[in-house]
């Protein structure tokens, strides 16, 4: 119900993943970070380790998805307070953590860039499988999405260059 409601202010196709009760819209988060308050959840964001292959680069990754703020809620600042799962991060052992949000997101992501805590991948389009099976279409998908990466066990330095990124799987 939560994702049906703050999803489908921006368009019911991203709202339709959640329909019939279902709460993710592709793989399984390894990890949920979800904030109360009086009137029920407030913020949520999931974790999922995964493989990707950068170029031609395979790498360990935590990938953040799933990623929402009760509409009443945004603008105070309450998606700052989520850097409490950045400890998690650094439990999990990975190099990066990575994530895609749409263009449309740039701003909210931008002030993470410019408190250091992570880096807009330009020009990166992220090659996904579909969550389910559509006769159809094909079972990948290629998106021009807007890429982060937040360096947790290396330096920003060390990620790979390439402009493709493999998921090799659904989208958390």
Known sequence: ????????????????????????????????????DAHGIAAHIGVLR?????GEVDLLVAELGLYSVRPDLEGFGISFSLGVVYPVLQQLGVPFVFGTVRHAMRNHVERFCRTGLATIVSDARVRST????????????????????VPIGRSMSEWPSGTLIDRNGPEL
């Open 1 to 36: 119900d939560f994702f049906r409601k703050t999803y489908g202010r921006t368009g019911a196709s991203n709202a339709k993943p959640f329909e019939g009760g279902r709460s993710w819209a592709g793989a399984r988060p390894e990890f949920r970070a979800i904030g109360y």
């Open 50 to 54: 995964r493989f990707i292959k950068v």
């Open 130 to 149: 579909r969550p389910e099976v559509y006769p159809d279409l094909p079972p990948t998908r290629l998106e021009d999405v807007l890429v982060f990466v």
